[in-house]
């Protein structure tokens, strides 16, 4: 007699529970604004070196990127700058400044890679979203494309089209015309 396996049945284990609910993605900030004033052309993910009061004010939900960029040194290293992380509130004399500089973990071929591309003019590496993924905090960097302004209103006038097309389906279809 064969066993039925979970996986047919549609029914997770709690211990399959519990790793899809470790895997998923805990959003603790995002940078709306770069997604209005940039195309983006390439998303990575990088880890961040933080200390521990910084994880703790993290786990708060406590940070903001809007005025956050990415820069890159000498050395061959990319940096998080201007991502303000508040002071822990139970925090001793360890705590850590809010806006310091926090070095991103990226393979050396993405970091060579991205500084390429960043010499082309227009062209820049901006922060989308901070993030724990298994208790590790994570940040989704992306190389962007500076958008004009006619590029904004078009944006943001086909998003209003489909809001509208979308509304009006509905309307359609409560009535039952559709």
């Known amino acids: 007699m064969a066993k039925k396996s979970n996986k047919s049945a549609g029914k997770l284990t709690p211990a399959q529970k519990a790793k899809a609910e470790a895997d998923a993605k805990k959003v603790i900030a995002r940078n709306k604004k770069a997604r209005h004033d940039y195309h983006i052309d390439k998303i990575y993910e990088a880890g961040l070196v933080l200390s521990g009061t910084e994880v703790k004010a993290l786990r708060m939900g406590r940070a903001s990127l809007t005025e956050s960029w990415i820069e890159f040194d000498r050395r061959g290293e990319a940096w998080l700058v201007g991502c303000n992380i508040p ?71 086909r998003k209003q089209d489909e809001r509208d097309t979308a509304r009006a389906m509905s309307d359609a279809h409560k009535r039952g015309r559709i």
């Open 87 to 157: 002071i822990y509130a139970m925090g001793s004399w360890t705590n850590h400044a809010p806006t310091q500089k926090r070095k991103l973990l990226l393979h050396q071929y993405e970091i060579d890679n991205l500084r390429l591309k960043v010499r082309d003019k227009g062209t820049t590496v901006v922060p989308l979203e901070l993030y724990f993924v298994r208790g590790r905090v994570k940040i989704e960097i992306a190389l962007a494309r500076g958008k004009k302004d006619w590029d904004k209103r078009e944006t943001l006038r």
